[in-house]
């Protein structure tokens, strides 16, 4: 098994709860971590502990996952800031490394008609689901008077 110490690792997240945990766990370990945060529910107080616990610095680009282009645009600049030429890399150079295209999802479009049998399958079963509703609305309307005596303390 190749040895993946000192890898550069990217977590998304990694000023929140979970992930700065996981990141002072990774720099424990070796690794050299890249934090990409749209700081939702994300503090900076956690990145300032971070460097407290381990002695560490990170690389923080603030961004949200849901947008493509940002994530392409940190993979691309650190992609080139690994790189000992510091311009991006030759594409003559083989690593063995192929993550280049990993984030391109137009890669096999015959997929695209096994998603809309699904779909049609999905469908079928929401109207089993339609006759068992009327049952659920029943069952509500008992538990109303219920909530009074919990002065609405539902838990």
Known sequence: ????????????GGAGYVGSHTVVSLLDAGHKVIIFDNFSNGRQECL??????????TTV??????NKQEIIDVLEKEEGEDNHDGGGGDDDD????????????????????????????????????DDND?????????????????????F
């Open 48 to 57: 300032d502990r971070i460097e407290e616990l381990t002695g560490k610095t």
């Open 61 to 66: 680009y603030v961004g949200d996952m849901r």
């Open 1 to 12: 098994m190749a040895s993946t110490q000192g890898q550069t690792i990217l977590v998304t």
């Open 94 to 129: 083989d690593d063995g490394d192929d993550r280049e295209n990993s984030y391109n999802d137009d890669d096999d479009d015959d997929d695209d008609d096994d998603d809309e049998e699904e779909e049609e399958e999905d469908d079928d079963d929401d109207d089993d689901d």
């Open 134 to 154: 009327d049952d659920d609305d029943d069952d509500d309307d008992d538990n109303d008077d219920d909530d009074d005596d919990n002065n609405g303390n539902n």
